[in-house]
């Protein structure tokens, strides 16, 4: 079964305190990307990556980092949290070209206090 | 700056009262448009790519349409199971390598028994 997994489910953090939010995926897909959902502004788009080692810039990177080292994980990395990250987070993954699709984890609820 | 606008934001019908979702688009060059599904408290699910006006496709009683200005989603004879917030999402033609995804801010569609 096609699996996005994310990880904490909820997180609770204070400002500045450095935060990882993991996602793993077991589909060998190469492209994987974080979003955040605000009421109100929808699902933005904050980096994705085509392949190992490739990451680029979404709508709304400022804050955020992201690395994928190897094909299955793509971590989203807060370096000094801040109240306006406050949000709901998802990772997806899938395959690129014809029929292409995505698949979304369950979320990550962040609120930096 | 590529733009999706969906109308209604919000939607009730009676079970088996047919409608439509519409998804009005402004991209330089559209690659692909993509329809999900999203329940409460979960990640958006795949239903539809379109690639090409005239382009059509059909789900149970969900069918997808493509123009080139916009998408619509026609709901046939619905059950209160289809109840979600159902979102459009378009990729654009853009550089080598690249992939960003704009999403519109979703119709939350409520059908009641």
């Known amino acids: 079964e096609a699996q996005v997994t994310q990880n904490p489910r909820y997180l609770i953090t204070v400002t500045g305190k450095k935060l990882t939010v993991t996602c793993s995926q077991n589909m060998n897909h190469e492209y994987m990307s974080w979003y955040r959902q605000d009421p109100g502004l929808g699902l933005r788009q904050i980096y994705y990556s085509m392949n190992v080692e490739v990451t680029d810039k979404g709508d709304v990177p400022e804050g955020y980092k992201v690395s994928r080292k190897e094909k299955r994980n793509f971590p989203l990395i807060l370096e000094s949290p801040s109240p306006n990250q406050t949000s709901l987070y998802f990772c997806a993954a899938g395959e690129l070209g014809q029929d292409e699709k995505l698949f979304f984890g369950s979320g990550t609820q962040l609120s930096v206090l | 700056e590529d733009q999706v606008t969906q109308s209604p934001e919000a939607l009730r019908l009676q079970e088996g009262e047919s409608s439509s979702l519409n998804c009005s688009y402004t991209v330089s060059g559209l690659r692909g448009l993509f329809w999900y599904r999203q329940d409460p408290g979960k990640g958006p699910e795949f239903l539809f790519t379109?690639?090409?006006a005239g382009e059509e496709k059909e789900k149970e009683r969900l069918k997808a349409t493509l123009t080139k200005k916009e998408s619509f989603l026609h709901i046939t004879a619905p059950k209160p199971e289809d109840s979600a917030t159902y979102l459009c999402a378009v990729q654009a033609y853009s550089g080598a390598g690249s992939y960003q995804l704009t999403f519109g801010k979703g119709t939350k569609l409520s059908v009641i028994p």
């Open positions: 379109l690639y090409s």
